[in-house]
């Protein structure tokens, strides 16, 4: 039996409730937060911030942000991944002033020899009624980039647009632009 | 070593597309580039991994996961249940669905939803649960109330609740929103008219299921979610997963 795909829809304005409750101080639990980290977490701790602009260059301030990466070795969580790691997080963009998720993780490993480290991202928002797949990638890796399967597939004149800058010690920005010049690429994967 | 296999493509026919005028919100942000096309890789054929410790008993029981001890959620008591199964028919075991909805009222407990309807001091509107061993999950909640939207200059929500799915792979990710037959609103709604096709839409259609309806208590509808289908990977010569 083939049966057709559940069609997606959008999270809509009020995912908060269910799926940030504890980033957004409602009276609820949440099964993933902005902070990836915990005392076990083995690793090089660092901070991915961003924002998530419009087609206008307007900051959205209800779009949900999910992570998936691996961990400092490069291991999935269920595939050998260190236990302090579950290598998923979630955030919301309504909580800063400035409509910015951030988030504390740690450096991820090489998943397999070619590819470079990265943080596999996935866009939420009001308006968007597919979900979008991209990724982040970090700029002291640029050697590894030129082999990366992923990013090779990409035209050279867009791939910057997944590579986040260094911001300060150890925190890295990445914004995410559905329009524009600078669109971000996403993926269909 | 068992290798897991890649998915199937999402389909882009059947979902809807990223704009849609008529959903007016999409049309600052949707991507005006195509999508650039990967084959899986182990990073998206992993997924986080949810167990019983992530789960509370009430999570599940949305008309009292929020109610004052002795006191229950008011409104029309429903069970929405089915099975996660993936395009081949097979159960998803074992993964988590969340679900949040609006009051009996069509309110959200939600600070930026500022709809006339009262909030009810017993109910949150949001519950989880994990899929059992055969793909099959319940909830028992109230039935959200239709409730109105700014896009064009009457526009109303259908009855509805939005269900996150994770499947066993990131590429399986579903967010999407479970509707009740013989609701007026739905074949109105311009966000249920972004899907081109009207066997699509039913799919988000939960049908009244009188088999599971518990006489004298709660009614039930039924809602199957079908995920993408994983490919078949060659393994020890034979063609593993058919
Ligand atoms: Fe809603």
């Known amino acids: ?189 | 070593m068992l290798k897991p296999g890649e998915f199937y493509q999402r389909d882009r026919e059947w979902h809807p597309p990223a704009l849609t005028r008529d959903y007016k919100t999409s049309v600052s942000r949707s991507p005006q580039y195509s999508l650039i096309s990967l084959q899986n890789s182990v990073s998206e054929i992993t997924g986080p991994v949810f167990g019983h410790n992530d789960i509370d008993p009430l999570d599940n029981d949305l008309i009292h996961n929020y109610a004052k001890s002795g006191e229950s959620a008011i409104g029309e008591r429903i069970i929405v249940h089915g099975r996660v199964l993936d395009e081949n028919g097979r159960p998803v075991p074992n993964t988590l669905v969340e679900a949040w909805q609006a009051n009996a009222g069509g309110r959200y407990r939600h600070w930026k939803d500022t709809y006339l309807a009262p909030i009810d001091p017993n109910f949150g509107g949001c519950g989880r649960t994990l899929t059992d061993e055969n793909g099959y999950y319940y909830f028992r909640t109230v039935k959200p109330g239709a409730y109105p939207w700014r896009n064009w200059v009457n526009n109303w929500r259908p009855s509805h609740v939005h269900l996150s799915i994770f499947g066993s792979g990131f590429a399986q990710r579903l967010i999407t929103q479970c509707y009740f037959e013989g609701d007026p609103l739905i074949a109105k709604c311009p966000i249920v008219n972004t899907i081109p096709d009207k066997a699509a839409q039913g799919q988000l259609i939960a049908a009244l299921d009188m088999n599971a309806t518990i006489p004298l208590d709660t009614i039930a509808y039924k809602f199957d979610i079908v995920l993408r289908g994983r490919r078949s990977t060659l393994f020890e010569n034979r063609l593993e997963g058919n």
């Open chain 1, 1 to 189: 039996m083939t049966a057709g795909q559940t069609p997606s829809q959008t999270v809509g304005p009020f995912f908060a409730l269910g799926l940030t409750a504890e980033q957004y101080g409602y009276p609820f639990t949440s099964i993933a937060g902005p902070d990836l980290t915990g005392p076990e977490t083995v690793g090089d701790r660092i901070q991915v911030f961003g924002q998530v602009l419009d087609g206008a260059g307007t900051p959205v301030s209800d779009a949900l942000i999910e992570i998936w990466q691996a961990d400092a070795t490069g291991n999935f969580a269920g595939k050998g991944a260190n236990a302090g790691f579950s290598g998923f997080g979630r955030a919301g963009t309504g909580v800063h002033d400035d409509n910015c998720f951030v988030f504390q993780t740690v450096k991820p490993g090489i998943i397999a020899e070619g590819h470079a480290p990265h943080i596999n991202v996935i866009v939420f928002m009001r308006g968007t009624l597919n979900h979008l797949f991209t990724r982040i990638y970090f700029p002291e890796d640029a050697a590894a980039h030129a082999a990366d399967p992923v990013l090779t597939a990409v035209p050279r004149d867009r791939r910057a647009t997944l590579i986040a800058t260094a911001d300060s010690d150890r925190a890295y920005r990445f914004d995410i632009h559905m329009q524009g010049a600078h669109e971000t690429v996403f993926f269909d994967l």
